[in-house]
């Protein structure tokens, strides 16, 4: 039986009763259309989940008693930075949805040379919050109980120059190393190109900063693809798919 998971940025306690936020709310009765006496888990965030139980429903609310606290956590022993350049549309959402799902800790996205989008102050505040619902729902999705962190827009090269990792990684199809060449480590920062890729002066740019130029096999893949196949290679080599 599939578990409805919901987040919620209320502090919760054992015992309390709680009332959905609006969206929330909408999902559970509207939606899924679960009844009194349903059973749901709520988790805010700050590690472990509560499962709850539907105690009223109305037009306007959703209240759910906390009955049991979960003490479950099942975030990748591996602290992945994932800097992404912003692509367009739904691309950008597909990367942010995957790369929750797959285990990365922090996402930070980036404008660059041949970034084509332009994100003005109004509008990144409503991306920003466009894709901190995406990356909360891969997190209710996937059973993650600690929300990745989404740092603000940067520039490419503020975001290269302060970025720390035990492994710095930037993809470059005529690189001798591969992830398997890497030594083993907990710690990595991953730099991924948009839809037109990097410049010389960005690749240069990490590499200066210690960046490492890995190949990903034979072939070039798209920019919402690229990220998450390295993620779930470190994953598989040195993080929990092992």
């Known amino acids: 039986m599939r578990i409805t998971r919901i987040y919620t940025t209320q502090p919760l306690q054992l015992g309390a009763a709680v009332a959905l936020d609006e969206n929330a709310a909408n999902h559970v009765a509207r939606v899924l259309r679960l009844p009194v006496g349903a059973q749901i888990h709520l988790f805010n965030g700050h590690g472990g989940e509560y ?65 084509n989008v332009k994100l003005q102050e109004e509008r990144a505040d409503k991306k920003m919050a466009h894709w901190q619902g995406v990356m909360t729902s891969a997190c209710e999705q996937s059973g993650r109980t600690i929300v990745p962190t989404l740092h603000q827009p940067q520039p490419i090269l503020t975001w290269i120059a302060s970025a720390k990792a035990q492994h710095k990684l930037i993809l470059e199809p005529a690189a001798e190393n591969t992830i398997k060449s890497l030594t ?36 070039i893949l798209r920019t919402e693809t690229a990220g998450l196949a390295v993620i779930a290679a470190l994953q598989a080599i040195f993080g929990d798919f092992n």
């Not at 022993?77 to 912003?86: D, E, K, P, S």
């Not at 890729?197 to 034979?218: N, R, W």
Request: hydrophobic share 40%.
């Open 51 to 115: 499962i709850s139980r539907i105690t009223s429903i109305s037009k306007r609310e959703v209240i759910v008693m906390l009955e049991q606290f979960i003490a479950q956590d099942i975030s990748s022993a591996l602290t992945i930075h994932l800097g992404q350049v912003i692509s367009r549309g739904e691309r950008m959402d597909y990367t942010l949805q995957k790369a929750v799902e797959l285990g990365v800790t922090e996402i930070t996205p980036l404008t660059s040379d041949f970034c």
């Open 184 to 219: 083993p480590a907990l710690e990595f920062a991953l730099l991924i190109g948009g839809e037109g890729g990097l410049s010389d002066k960005e690749i240069q740019y990490a590499t200066t900063h210690q960046f490492t130029g890995i190949k990903l096999g034979p072939r």
